[in-house]
């Protein structure tokens, strides 16, 4: 994938973020849109490899549109300025938590995990660390998880979740409304000719983490 020609695109989207740019321009995200989805075919090849639960995942499912839902919102830019690739069971529709490329300028990064899950799973998640808080713990240690457990995505309620006390071990797990651990990207890594190695290792190293998520949202 060109990814030059990719970051190009879209800081100059961020600064003509407007329909008539983005028409004329439309060649150039045709030929984007076309390497996302050969990048999303990688990667599910790649990660299959390890997780059989996204094999036969549909790649088209997988890309995000770059399209913004303004109806709720103040700013009524109508394109997204980054892009992103979402692989989980089920599609990046499912309840489930999958792998996750952003893709951006100044803010590239890989995270796996479930970011603000609906309150069904909210709950089960909270109620799993809570019940097997040692297996938790015990993941979070291994290759240092805990320094990808990023405040910056990952918020936390400011006191404890109903029906949960403040002593509890896993106290400050509980807080989150996202579980989600992120890997930042610098620009160089895409540049490598190992890329898609490098960051499906680091997914791969994150599954365990994954998989108790998942595990708690299919209870």
């Not at 990660?47 to 913004?68: A, L, M």
């Not at 015990?138 to 979740?161: F, H, R, T, W």
Request: glycine fraction near 4%.
């Amino acid at each position: 994938m060109d990814f030059k020609f990719l970051f190009d695109f879209l800081t100059e989207l961020s600064l003509n973020n407007n329909k008539e740019w983005f028409d004329a321009n439309r060649p150039r995200y045709e030929t984007i849109k076309k390497s996302m989805l050969a990048l999303a075919t990688q990667l599910i090849a790649e990660i299959s490899t390890f997780d059989s639960t996204i094999q036969n995942i549909d790649p088209k499912s997988c890309v995000f549109r770059i399209n913004r839902d303004v109806r709720f919102s103040k700013d009524k830019s109508p394109y997204k300025t980054n892009l992103g690739i979402y692989i989980a069971k089920g599609g990046k529709k499912s309840v489930f938590g999958g792998y996750y490329l952003h893709l951006s300028p100044n803010d590239a990064f890989l995270a796996t995990g479930l970011w603000m899950p609906m309150p069904p799973q909210l709950k089960a998640i909270r109620q799993e660390i809570d019940y097997n808080f040692a297996t938790f713990d015990k993941i979070m240690k291994a290759n240092n998880c805990n320094l990808y457990l990023s405040s910056e995505i990952d918020q936390k309620v400011s006191g404890m979740p109903k029906g949960y006390d403040k002593s509890n071990p896993a106290a400050e797990y509980l807080k989150y409304k996202s579980f989600v651990l992120l890997q930042k990207l610098k620009s160089d890594d895409f540049y490598d000719d190992f890329f898609l190695n490098k960051i499906t290792h680091k997914f791969k190293e994150f599954k365990p983490f994954l998989d108790f998520i998942n595990h708690a949202v299919e209870e």
